[in-house]
């Protein structure tokens, strides 16, 4: 295979669960977004967050759930009493997953899925790839397109907290978590918000706090995450 096709990859730190056996009714009880989204999460009571994930409807009978590789065992004891009382099967599968920086990866081989994110795509691959995206540059990206990782940028936090449009629908009916996610975006608004800034914007509580930071070389100015509080 071409050099030239593996550029733009960077390996990332997830873990693939496929979800079987009417999986549908499963993830709509206990996520907070509708299974025909891109990206969704599970919840605990309180509405803080329990894993973020990407879901893939493979076929009628199985999602594949896309995840930091961090969450799955506190995730999977989450989710437990669950996976009994509802009998879906739940189980790892051997898979590499990469992000395609410019959705410019070409592949000329099977076991290759493809999933599209706000900027590049997911690859998800029975064979491990070759990269050539340095951490660096990754993280940069990220910044750029305002996409936080879980483990990284936030861990169990109010799902609201972190851009909950992306990860919530007001409309789906009931789910876990669902009551105080509700409470907060009928009456009032979330307290605190991940936002992207530059390190000199901040005040020096903030820049302590700060995450994923790196240098701008567009502005030589330095970039990262940081809750804010919402005014």
């Not at 549908?24 to 973020?52: C, E, M, Y």
């Not at 410019?102 to 690859?123: C, E, N, Y």
């Not at 914007?201 to 930071?213: A, I, P």
Request: glycine residues 4%; aromatic residues 10%; contains cysteine.
């Amino acid at each position: 295979m071409n050099m030239e096709s593996y550029m733009q990859l960077y390996k990332l730190n997830k873990t693939v669960l496929s979800i079987q056996n009417n999986p549908v009714p499963f993830l709509n009880g206990l996520t907070s977004n509708s299974p025909d989204k891109p990206q969704n999460s599970f919840l605990n009571i309180h509405g803080r967050i329990v894993a973020t994930f990407d879901q893939i409807k493979i076929t009628d009978n199985e999602f594949w759930v896309v995840l930091e590789r961090l969450f799955i065992d506190s995730l999977l004891s989450h989710l437990d009493r669950h996976i009994k009382l509802s009998k879906v099967e739940v189980k790892r599968l051997d898979k590499h997953v990469y992000f395609d920086l410019d959705s410019s990866f070409s592949h000329v081989f099977a076991g290759i899925l493809t999933v599209p994110q706000k900027r590049g795509r997911m690859i998800i691959s029975d064979q491990e790839l070759q990269t050539a995206v340095s951490d660096e540059v990754f993280t940069l990206f990220r910044l750029k397109n305002n996409i936080p990782i879980q483990g990284i940028d936030y861990r169990d936090e109010f799902i609201l907290n972190i851009g909950g449009d992306s990860f919530v629908s007001f409309t789906k009916g009931c789910f876990l978590g669902q009551e105080p996610v509700s409470k907060v975006h009928n009456r009032s608004r979330p307290s605190r918000q991940l936002v992207v800034k530059y390190e000199n914007d901040c005040d020096e509580e903030l820049k302590k706090k700060m995450t994923s930071k790196i240098l701008d070389p567009d502005t030589n100015r330095v970039l990262g995450f940081v809750f804010i509080q919402n005014t």
